[in-house]
């Protein structure tokens, strides 16, 4: 996810595929059963290249893991927009959706299919303000502050989470989260919520999965050449 006014971003990978996407877009990958890619900034002769980006880890479930690689553009310039809202002052910017993916054209490889739940939620909260996603009773959530500080629910009362800090949800049985404001500007956060899937889950490197075995098993196939199905 490649923020506002950030320069480009230059991909290529082995569906074929090679773009440079900029601020205010996003490039969805599932790597399903094997893809490679390769990233570079975009490079100027004429100017300092100034680029801000989040990259987002997404688990499969097992019965996904192995699914068709596939990889779309989201964005407005990629015909999938975001889906933005103001509420209360609150900016709230949906980054990813199934609805989103589902829209996207521009990209390689297979037709997504449906997967548990998975947002990305952009939110600029005022002074003062506060911010109440509705997640789900029973959602994985995370959150980084961006810049700011914002006051969110823990286990014994509200806890401040400062620029550059993140922190997790437990889940609850609330429907929502309370996100306030704690600075005297400005505060923007990052939220992640998904579905939990409720699997082990294994990680070597780039490559997720749900035992170790399975990464030394991917890692022998990269070795012998046999990776890409």
Aim: net charge negative; charged share 25%; aromatic share 8%.
């Amino acid at each position: 996810y490649v923020l506002d006014g950030s320069d480009g971003f230059r991909h290529r990978d082995s569906l074929g595929g090679s773009k440079t996407y900029r601020g205010g877009s996003a490039q969805w990958m599932r790597t399903g059963a094997g893809a490679q890619h390769e990233e570079f900034w975009e490079t100027s002769d004429e100017r300092r290249t100034s680029i801000e980006l989040f990259q987002i880890w997404i688990n499969l479930p097992a019965s996904q893991k192995f699914d068709p690689p596939s990889i779309r553009y989201l964005g407005a310039a990629h015909g999938a927009p975001w889906k933005e809202a103001t509420v209360d002052g609150t900016r709230i910017r949906t980054v990813l959706s199934d609805e989103i993916v589902h829209a996207a054209t521009d990209g390689e490889g297979a037709t997504p299919n449906q997967r548990p739940r998975a947002e990305v939620l952009h939110a600029h909260i005022p002074a003062g303000g506060s911010w109440t996603p509705r997640v789900g009773a029973d959602s994985s959530c995370s959150l980084y502050c961006r810049e700011g500080q914002v006051s969110v629910p823990g286990p014994a009362g509200m806890v401040t989470v400062k620029a550059g800090e993140s922190c997790g949800f437990s889940a609850s049985g609330a429907e929502t989260i309370t996100c306030a404001n704690a600075a005297r500007g400005e505060s923007d956060v990052l939220l992640l919520v998904g579905e939990r899937l409720r699997e082990p889950v294994a990680m070597g490197g780039p490559i997720v999965m749900n035992y170790d075995w399975e990464i030394d098993e991917a890692y022998r196939e990269l070795q012998a050449g046999t990776f890409l199905k």
